[in-house]
């Protein structure tokens, strides 16, 4: 079993910056952390995954450049830096791990190949 603490998130203009947060516990192997976000109406979309040695990090082409994903191995926290933030960027944002096998590149964007999830955070960009 594996649970995931979601911290951070709130408001913030467009432009503007925020910094998420997943702590991660239990003792089942872990071979990345991702990030996706829901907006309203829309289907749940991936953001941003690193791998659990932190060797190789992906993103989606809408975040690229403007998102910063990394993970604190003395913590077992991953976090999220989100800078220049737009309107189009407000979703609720999940944590999530993968335990079954590693990914790599694309392999790492499926929703369905993460075990557990954390219970969600809201990000609202205001323009």
């Known amino acids: 079993q594996v649970q995931l603490g979601e911290s951070g998130g709130g408001s913030v203009q467009a432009g503007g910056s925020l910094g998420l947060s997943c702590a991660v516990s239990?003792?089942?192997?872990?071979?990345?952390m991702a990030w996706f976000r829901q907006a309203p109406g829309k289907e749940r979309e991936f953001v941003t995954a690193i791998r659990w040695t932190g060797d190789s990090t992906y993103y989606a082409d809408s975040v690229k450049g403007r998102f910063t994903i990394s993970k604190d191995n003395t913590k077992n926290t991953v976090h999220l830096q989100m800078h220049s933030l737009k309107s189009e960027d407000t979703a609720v944002y999940y944590c999530a791990v993968r335990t079954r096998g590693h990914c790599s590149g694309y392999g790492c964007y499926p929703e369905s190949g993460y075990d557990y999830w954390g219970q969600g955070t809201q990000v609202t960009v205001s323009s």
């Open positions: 239990g003792r089942s192997m872990k071979y990345a």
